[in-house]
Structures are given as C-alpha cells and as structure tokens.
C-alpha cells in the first residue's frame, strides 16, 4: 500500500484509505409507511462521499401511484423549511408500480428525503429520515497504483544512475576510459543520491499520511469513540469520547441526545466468537457523555458491545468497543425494557432453518419470500408467531412501542444493525419528522399501543454477503421473548 502512496509525488495523485463505517456496515436505508392511502417500500442507497447523490427506489405495496416528486431537506432547523425544486422519479417500464430516482446530498448531517406522492386516491406526502456522511475515501484502482509505481521505481533508479553517469563521465574528454577513481567515485555519489531520493519519499509519504489522516478524521464518518468497563461488581460505565467528526459539525448536528423509542441508548452485548449470549440493555445517563447500567448474570467471555443513540438533529451513531466480562451466577436482575437471551452457539446452528422457538408454547417462522438472500436487495423479511400446537399466537404485546425489534449480525461484526417494522431508519429521527410535518397525526410513527397480528415484517436488505445471526424481539405476557436465526446471503 505504502508504495502508491509513494507515486504521488511524482505528480499523480489520489487518497488512499481504509474504509470507516458507521451503523455498522449498513449505511442504505429501507423504510415501509403509509403516504396516505398508499403503502410504500423505500429503499434510498446513501452516496459513499459527500457531497454524492443518492439513489432512491419506491415500491408500491398498496394503492395505485401514478407519480413521485422528491426533496431533500434537513431534518430540523431552517434547512427543512425551504424547499428546493423537486425531482420527478421515474416509473420502470414494465413494472408501473416501481420509481427510481437521485437526489444530491450536499452535506453531512441528518436529512430527509421528503415526496409527494399523487395517484387514484389523490395526493399525499411521505418523509424518509436519511443520515448523510462520508463513509471512506476511495481507493485507488489497483492498476493505477501498479502504473504508478512502476514508475516510482523507473524515476528513482533513472535519477540515481544520471547522478552517477554525471560523477563518472561528465568531465572526461570523448573516447577517453573511464578511470578507477572515476568509478569509485561514482559509486559514492550513486550511493548518497539513494540515500537522498529515498529520504525523500519517506518524508514525502509522511506528509501524505499525515494529510491524509488528517482528512479522514475530519471527513470521513467514524462514530465516537466509546470506553467501556466494569466498576464495581456488576455496574457497566460507558464513557462516550471526543469525536472529530461531529465537533466539525457541531452546528448542523447539535450534540445533545434525544430519546429513541423510550432510551437515550440501546445497548447490545453479543458474546463473541459463538454469538450465543446476548443482550439488549438501556444504561442511564449518569453524566454528559457517561452511560451506566447495572448488568445481569453473563457467562463470561469476551463481548462485543453495540451502543445507539440519536442526537437532537436526528443524526445516529452506533458506537462500538469490546468487554472482557468474568462469569457470574448472580447479577442485577433485568428490569423495565432490558432483556436478554442465551443463544445456540453458532458454530452448532444449522443453516437452512427457518423456524426457531420463542417463549413457552410457541415459535416463531420465517417466511422466506425467496429462497435465497442477495446482498443490497431490499427485502420484507416476514415473521410468524404460531403456538406449538398449530394455533395462531394472538397474545404479542408492544416492546418498546414495536411489534417487534430485530437486530442483525454479521458472522465477523462487519455489518451490525437494529432494525423495526418501520424499517432500519431511526425511530427518533422519524419521530422529529412527525413533529415539524404533522398535519394533526398524535401517535408516534411507526409506534403503536397493541399489536394485532402475528407476523411481523421488516424492510431491510442485507449489505453485504455473508453468514449473519438475527435475534427478533418480541414481547408476551409482560416477558420479553427472542428468537434466533442464521442466514447466508449470497454476494
Ligand atoms: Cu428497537
């Protein structure tokens, strides 16, 4: 790597950089709602760069749409006030009820793509929290950076040589031999020139690097850095640290956080590398920035740890660390919304199954719409809760205001995502959207007081291929229940 970088100072030049992401790995957005009388599934691709254009796709679920104006906006502030003029999407030959369309996103922060939707039933209006923020820089092409090495190479050697060809022969008359001190001397100046030219490559790469790092710290999203450790017997302390990121756009992002669905923070403990034990917890805020929460029985092991919070802009960040936790028999006993499970390990799990239990008497199905899971296809993926004996399950209680909750794994953490039957947008960013858009709406969207039916459907589509672990999260009788998958997405 360290010799394309190397290349530029011979004039060409492009960054090249690990990519950071954030939310884990999962940065589109899929989000099913109601524009009044019609139900839409919207996928937006967000741009890897910033400013970038991002890709929207609606599916009509319900209804018959005839046609599709899009904006971007922010979420709050005076960016969501003025309205810039709209984009028409384009409805696919061959399938009237699919649109696609672009937007340019021209800042990092929390936006909103909001449509107006007209059709058979009239006109309706629908907004889709979007989070926007560079995600890498782009890596060189492998064949530039051979190219440009390559003639690294063929600069340096050239440049040392001519040194040499200067000591050696620049003073001798035509068709004279070359003396023995001629030579030697040669060899000295060629041997300082290396010396010289190397240093100053390396110098030069240094003050690419720097440059470099400096660029990605400030542009490139990373989420906040986060300490986590055991005080005490069996109270978790997370300090969140300083991020670069958001204090270069403390303006537009305002830094305080803002509940999302009932918690300032959802926190995740998976245990790693068998993703059996897990939990879903909602530490307290103790001081700005520091998070406490008193945490149950755990095997012991080594977990990793998946904190959301949501700021005042609508903006989320999922934090990420790793705990060392020793195994304990007795710990705090989980209350109000935490809850937690102990998994089959992983490495025992069969993958082609499609059902798993759940609490007493019941289990929960997945109904594979399709055989096979492609990565970056949105998907409604549908669960059934069905009693044991065959009977329908009717007695799901909200969680969290939630039919259900699903939280998503990669096999190696690279993807790591929360998703809610509304879709893998963040409930709180949708709720600041209800707030400044509402036309007299009181309930929160996409929240609900009871539960009616016995299948759950969320819209995601898993960005990457691979092996994932899914825990679905439902709630009866007052208890909190999950079941657990695997899936294998194919590429
Ligand atoms: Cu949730």
Known sequence: MKKYSFAILFGLCLML??????????????????????????????????????????????????????????????????????????????????????????????????????GTEGKAQLAVPVPAYAQRTLGMQKTTGLVLAGLMIFLTVSLVSIFGAAARESQ??????????????????????????????????????????????????????????????????????PSPWHEQRKQMQLDNIIPDHGHLMHLFLLRMPEMDDFYHLHPEESAIGTFTDKIPAVGGGSYAVFADIVRESGFPDTMTAKIDLPAKDKGATLTGDDSNTVAQKISTVQTDRTTAPLGSGVHVEWLLD??????????????????????????????????????????????????????????????????????????MAGMSDDVTTNEITFPYGFPQAGDYRLFLQVKRAGHVETAVFVAHVKP
């Open 17 to 118: 950089c690990p990519g950071a992401w954030s939310h884990v790995g999962s940065p589109d957005v899929y989000y099913e709602a109601m524009a009044g009388p019609y139900k839409l599934f919207v996928t937006v691709r967000t741009p890897p760069m910033v400013p970038g254009i991002a890709q929207i796709e609606v599916r009509c679920l319900e209804g018959t749409v005839n046609d599709i104006e899009i904006v971007p906006l922010r979420v709050i502030g005076e960016g969501s006030k003025t309205t810039p003029p709209a984009d028409r999407m384009a409805r696919t030959v061959g399938d009237s009820h699919f649109f696609t369309g672009k937007l340019w996103l021209m800042e990092s922060g929390s936006w909103q793509v909001r449509m107006d939707v007209s």
């Open 370 to 443: 399709t055989t096979t899971l492609r990565a970056q296809k949105p998907e409604l993926l549908r669960f059934r809760v069905t009693r044991n004996d065959g009977g329908v399950a009717n007695d799901l209680e909200p969680y969290m205001g939630m039919a259900g909750h699903l939280v998503i794994f990669r096999r190696d953490l690279a993807v790591f995502a929360h998703v809610h039957p509304a879709g893998s947008i963040p409930m709180a960013a949708l709720g600041l959207l209800q707030q400044s858009n509402a036309s007299g709406g009181h309930s």
């Open 172 to 241: 001798l008359e035509p068709g004279i031999e070359i003396p023995a001190a001629g030579r030697s001397r040669a060899r000295i100046v060629m041997a300082v020139a290396a010396v010289a030219v190397v240093g100053i490559l390396f110098l030069g790469d240094m003050w690419w690097t720097s440059i470099a790092t400096i660029e990605a710290n400030t542009n490139v999203y990373k989420a906040p850095p986060v300490e986590v450790s055991l005080s005490g017997e069996n109270t978790l302390v997370l300090k969140i640290g």
